[in-house]
């Protein structure tokens, strides 16, 4: 169930849910209970949850096993092969029958369906991303009425489509279906084609006047004034004079009234109104996501018609694109300000969408913020993300870089297919169009560079390979960037992500960039460094989840990289072989696999740690750093930095702290040590930068320090050493140079170099030591160790999560950090286990 049926008021009537809205004249009933569900063409029904899907409904009633569990996946394909059948009975009551409008909106439907309302055949839907309205006056009766939803066979249907086409696609028949491109399996997904309602279905009733849906725009905004639009679809039965008030519920102030004519039917109204001194949305990083609440109220002759309310945010925001002396610009400016864009690809938190709560949605971007993120990036082969992702983002002060839902693909050119995806965008656009989170839309993923680049365009006959460009073009040059003009027109459109392809030069000086010659081209770590663009839209690394996920999908005692289960959930064809190369590159290879987990989150953290700062240190001329992936659709080897149940791994912690608004990065330049200090702070301030060349037993070889001043919005170099000098009395395999920035003396960040992959680092034992104490939140944790502690792992069987992990400690420097946990436990000291480098090697 999403957020906003939690807000229903529950009403019991034949079993059935129903929520009424406070609103006297326009009423909502949901149905959302009494739901069967059955094979088409068997008498065995079986009870089902609605929102819910196939996979869900079989697995509660035990019909199907765990398909994430083992290599269950490959036994239930059959499902996909399959007609389903949803249906129910339901009542409504007389508030809704004597409503002179009726209308039933079916919210998400996956995704060929045909809905039968008391046997009448109302809706033929074949496209899991748009909602469909329908009127239900006709087909309702007085008392029980019942509904059907009949899923056909994704597979089945699409092979009809295709054997009706003279076109071939470069991903086959899937290229006829609008639905959630991931359910086909990716390279971190597993083959699981859905069906079900996704999404709540409901009865909406009214008389006389009903609001469709509110647009407000800032058409002049400054921090002294902003004059907002408001913009009002309304439908009538009848020509008639209403009034509009605004309520600005925050301050509880009316900021506009005023009497308009409306015609019979569909009616557009627009008013303006200012306030003084607005307080501007910010990301979280920069200032306050603050938000207004302008509650809208539609009346005749003092009656009520009418009310919504709208959050929403005031900013501006700009995507600069601008010639310069390398190319063109690529970089986001919020209420006047560039801001670098610090964040990562999201894509749908499960396979089975109805099992995303509004709970793990709030976890999800709460860590988000934790990790310092300013920008989630909603990938084209998902979903359009349900309202409340965006009222979060809004929320907690994340921009949103939203992707339509195309990836990878090119699509039919028939009138059927091209109407479907109007409709599709344009509600979508509609939808999400008051959000301040929103900050660009991009047609989608990747399909210009496989085009151009993957010899797509080489595949087909001239005749037909034009025909394929044209239709892009007309998609992705001209329906959507219309669309986004029309509805949405303050908010920048791109037409694919990336703009140019790896191995085109131009993908270096203009445009977003998409590198992976890190991983696929199995270059380098710090081929990051030169191979930086304007905006790096997507890079990644894998790594395996941590044991106790590993153990929730494996049924092996003491699994391996080549258990059958872990093959399974590692979807990279390649993934376990380029794991394993990098890692004899950058460590060594345990013989425990608990370890090799272990080693596989320290090299992904390692690698994307590097590439993080090479973008970061770029600024001005990168302004973006989104890495693949943040979180998983279900438990596996994947690109993420937080698996499937919301355990993080260590490239969760290494993001964190590199995207800190202020960080100290240090890097090698031939002979050269570089010593940067790079500030997204909007303000200039006065620094300490110290630096200490310092052994492992905890020996400080070397120190300097100084005052700077620190340039807002800024990358530079603060200090340089020549690598050789630094070392002439130190050996590189037993030191670490460690930079730290303080103001009035309290530290703000630091920086560990080493001058050497950690498999060459002569450790020894740590003899590590800490102290808990308990607090109203969990449990402080202070740690010291008497030689240099490597990549301190802490794990524990508790309920919780502990705000640092994976980290390192110097002799002579303590660590402190934080359990979160509701959960007292009186053994918690013996509970933890920890885990470092040292104990891994190959001693």
Same mark, same amino acid.
């Given at each position: 169930?999403?957020l ?29 209970s ?17 929102? !819910?899907?196939v ?18 996946e ?31 909106? $079916? ?20 496209n ?8 239900? +006056? ?16 994704v ?54 006047c ?25 439908s009538s ?56 609440? $302008?509650e ?6 003092s ?25 063109k ?26 099992? *995303? ?8 971007? +709460? ?25 979060l983002?809004d929320q ?10 195309f990836?990878n ?55 037909? !390979? ?6 892009y ?41 998409h ?24 890079y ?24 059958e ?23 060594f290879v ?10 596989s ?30 979180n ?9 930095s937080?698996?499937f ?6 490239v ?12 100290v990065?240090s *890097?090698?330049d031939?002979?050269k040590?570089?010593?940067?200090? *790079? ?40 200090k ?12 590189k395999? +037993? ?30 034992e740590?003899?590590?030591?800490f ?61 933890i ?7 891994t090697?190959?001693?």
């Amino acid at each position: 169930m999403n957020l906003c049926n939690k807000i229903f008021i529950i009403f019991l009537l034949f079993t059935i849910s129903c929520s009424t809205k406070q609103n006297k004249n326009v009423k909502s009933f949901v149905i959302e209970s009494n739901w069967k569900l059955r094979k088409k063409g068997t008498g065995n029904f079986i009870d089902a949850k609605v929102p !819910s899907c196939v996979f869900t409904d079989l697995m509660k009633n035990k019909i199907i096993k765990n398909p994430f569990f083992s290599d269950n996946e490959k036994n239930l394909q059959w499902i996909a092969e399959k007609e389903w059948e949803y249906s129910c009975k339901f009542i409504l009551p007389d508030e809704i029958l004597n409503k002179k409008n009726t209308k039933i909106i $079916f919210h998400g439907l996956d995704t060929y369906a045909k809905v039968f309302l008391n046997d009448s055949l109302i809706l033929k839907a074949d496209n899991m991303f748009r909602k469909w309205e329908i009127d239900a +006056k006709p087909h309702l009766k007085n008392d029980e009425n019942s509904l059907k939803i009949v899923f056909s066979s994704v597979n089945k249907t699409e092979k009809q489509l295709q054997s009706k086409s003279n076109l071939r696609f470069p991903e086959g028949k899937k290229s006829f279906t609008r639905k959630a491109a991931y359910h086909y399996g990716w390279d971190w997904a597993p083959k699981l084609l859905n069906c079900g309602i996704w999404k709540p279905i409901e009865i909406v009733a009214w008389d006389k006047c009903k609001i469709n849906n509110i647009y407000f725009s800032s058409n002049i905004l400054s921090t002294d004034k902003a004059v907002i639009k408001a913009e009002y679809n309304i439908s009538s039965d009848e020509k008639t004079r209403v009034n509009i008030e605004i309520k600005n519920t925050k301050e509880n102030k009316i900021v506009f009234s005023k009497k308009f004519n409306l015609k019979k039917g569909s009616n557009i109204l627009s008013c303006e109104f200012e306030i003084n001194n607005p307080r501007l949305w910010q990301v979280h990083n920069i200032g306050e996501p603050y938000l207004y609440c $302008f509650e809208n109220s539609l009346s005749n002759k003092s009656i009520l018609l009418d009310k919504k309310t709208t959050k929403t945010g005031l900013r501006k925001i700009e995507l600069v694109r601008d010639k310069d002396k390398a190319g063109k610009t690529f970089y986001f400016k919020l209420n006047s300000n560039p801001v670098f864009m610090k964040g990562s690809n999201y894509v749908p938190q499960d396979v089975f969408l109805n099992r *995303v709560t509004a709970d793990k949605y709030e976890q999800i971007i +709460k860590d988000a913020v934790a990790a310092n993120i300013n920008m989630l990036r909603v990938w084209g082969g998902g979903i359009y993300e349900n309202d409340v992702f965006y009222d979060l983002c809004d929320q907690y002060g994340i921009l949103v870089w939203q992707d339509f839902m195309f990836a990878n693909n090119l699509f039919p050119d028939t009138k059927h297919f091209i109407e479907n995806i109007k409709v599709e965008a344009v509600e979508n656009v509609v939808r999400l169009r008051n959000h301040p989170c929103l900050a660009l839309w991009c047609g989608n993923n990747e399909i210009d560079e496989a085009w151009h680049n993957w010899g797509w365009s080489h595949s087909y006959s001239a005749k037909d !390979s034009a025909r394929l460009w044209e239709n892009y073009k007309t998609i992705f040059h001209e329906i959507l960037p219309n669309i986004v003009k029309k509805f949405h027109g303050d908010i920048a459109y791109v037409s694919s992500s990336p703009k140019f392809g790896r191995g085109n030069k131009q993908s270096l000086v203009q445009g977003d960039s998409h590198y992976w010659g890190v991983w696929h081209d199995r270059k380098n770590f710090n081929s990051f460094i030169p191979n930086t663009g304007r905006f790096m839209s997507e890079y990644g690394f894998q790594s395996y989840p941590c044991i106790k996920t590993i153990k929730a999908f494996v049924e092996e005692k003491n699994p391996n990289i080549n258990s059958e289960a872990i093959l399974n959930h590692q979807k990279n064809l390649q993934g376990n072989e380029i794991i394993d190369q990098y890692m004899k590159q950058y460590f060594f290879v345990p013989k425990k696999f608990s370890d090799y987990v272990y080693i596989s989150q320290l090299l992904q953290a390692e690698g994307i740690k590097i590439g993080i700062e090479a973008h970061r240190r770029a600024k001005p001329y990168c302004m973006g750093s989104l890495f693949w992936q943040f979180n998983d659709c279900w438990p596996s080897v994947s690109w993420s930095s937080i698996d499937f149940y919301g355990r993080k791994k260590a490239v969760y912690f290494f993001a964190k702290n590199s995207f800190k608004n202020v960080i100290v990065s240090s *890097v090698e330049d031939n002979v050269k040590l570089n010593i940067f200090v *790079v500030s997204d702070s909007l303000k200039n301030f006065k620094a300490k930068i110290k630096i200490m060349l310092i052994n492992f037993n905890g020996n400080i070889l070397k120190q300097e320090e100084s005052i700077e001043n620190i340039s807002s919005n800024s990358s530079k170099i603060y200090k340089q050493f020549n690598i050789a000098d630094l070392l002439i009395d130190a050996d590189k395999n +037993k030191c670490l140079l460690l930079s730290e920035l303080s103001i009035d003396e309290k530290k703000i960040c630091s920086d560990i170099h080493y001058f050497t992959e950690t498999k060459n680092l002569k450790l020894k034992e740590p003899t590590i030591t800490f102290k808990t104490k308990k607090t109203y939140s969990g449990y402080i944790i202070n740690l010291a160790s008497k030689y240099l502690a490597k990549n301190i792992y802490l794990s524990i069987d508790e309920k919780g999560c502990f705000t640092d992990n994976y980290f390192d400690i110097i002799p002579g420097i303590s660590k402190q950090l934080t359990f979160i946990t509701n959960k007292k436990s009186n053994d918690f000291d013996e509970k933890i286990e920890i885990k470092t480098v040292y104990q891994t090697m190959d001693k």
